[in-house]
């Protein structure tokens, strides 16, 4: 079974610039989120899906970050402009349901942004 | 600021030895899940526990919750290269949000 499929797996871009990540969850996954991880630190959500609603964006910057899941399945996250502070991982999970005390998180590689 | 305070930052050690990882809040948590991850890929799930004072074991990885849900500690036991990694842990409160620590960073060398 295909693990989450994320691209680019690295970005360089110049600051002011757009970027967009996107994620492909495992099948059937209902739940999908969006998480900023800094070296060295630990991952920070920006936004919850649960199927096609964003059931928490609450710390997503909505002044420059947006994302979609528009049919519940795959997902886009784009940042305009970027900012030099936005270099970073930004990872994609899944899970089956997030209303669970024991659901597993299932995350793809990561996409590297670079904004110089 | 984050809701889990994991200790150390960082952590080297020769092969063999054992090492102890600790993940505290002030927070209660409904469970909490410990993950490693490596460079250039996702965290991966190694254990959840859910229950208060509850110890799990995984080879040589043992896992405990504190009894008042609020911490929690991964304890290896003759540490190996492949242990090295980026351990975290993350809890999860009764909204079922899940918080991630920063992380400790582990490195045995052979």
């Known amino acids: 079974e295909a693990g989450v499929v994320q691209s680019p797996r690295y970005k360089i871009i110049e600051k002011k610039q757009p970027v967009a990540f996107w994620c492909n969850p495992i099948?059937?996954?209902?739940?999908l989120y969006w998480y900023l991880q800094n070296l060295g630190q630990g991952p920070e959500l920006l936004i919850r899906?649960?199927?096609?609603?964003?059931?928490?964006d609450s710390q997503l910057p909505k002044d420059r970050f947006s994302a979609e899941r528009l049919k519940g399945v795959d997902s886009t996250l784009k940042i305009q402009p970027a900012e030099l502070g936005d270099s970073a991982v930004y990872l994609c999970?899944?899970?089956?349901?997030?209303?669970?005390?024991?659901?597993?998180?299932?995350f793809g590689e990561g996409s590297r942004l670079t904004v110089l | 600021t984050q809701l889990l305070e994991q200790s150390p930052q960082f952590l080297s050690i020769q092969e063999g030895e054992n090492l102890t990882v600790y993940c505290n809040s002030s927070?209660?948590?409904?469970?909490l899940q410990w993950y490693r991850q490596e460079p250039g890929e996702g965290p991966v799930l190694l254990v959840t526990?859910?229950?208060?004072?509850e110890v799990k074991k995984l080879k040589r990885l043992t896992f405990q919750f504190g009894d008042a849900r609020k911490d929690s500690s991964l304890h290896i036991t003759a540490a190996q290269p492949g242990d090295t990694g980026l351990y975290l842990c993350?809890?999860?409160?009764?909204?079922?949000?899940?918080?991630f620590g920063a992380g400790t960073t582990v490195t045995v060398r052979a």
């Open positions: 993350a809890g999860r409160s009764n909204d079922y949000k899940l918080s």
């Open positions: 999970a899944s899970s089956t349901s997030s209303a669970t005390n024991t659901g597993e998180l299932f």
């Open positions: 099948s059937g996954h209902n739940t």
């Open positions: 526990v859910v229950t208060g004072g």
């Open positions: 899906y649960e199927n096609e609603e964003a059931v928490d």
């Open positions: 927070s209660v948590f409904s469970s």
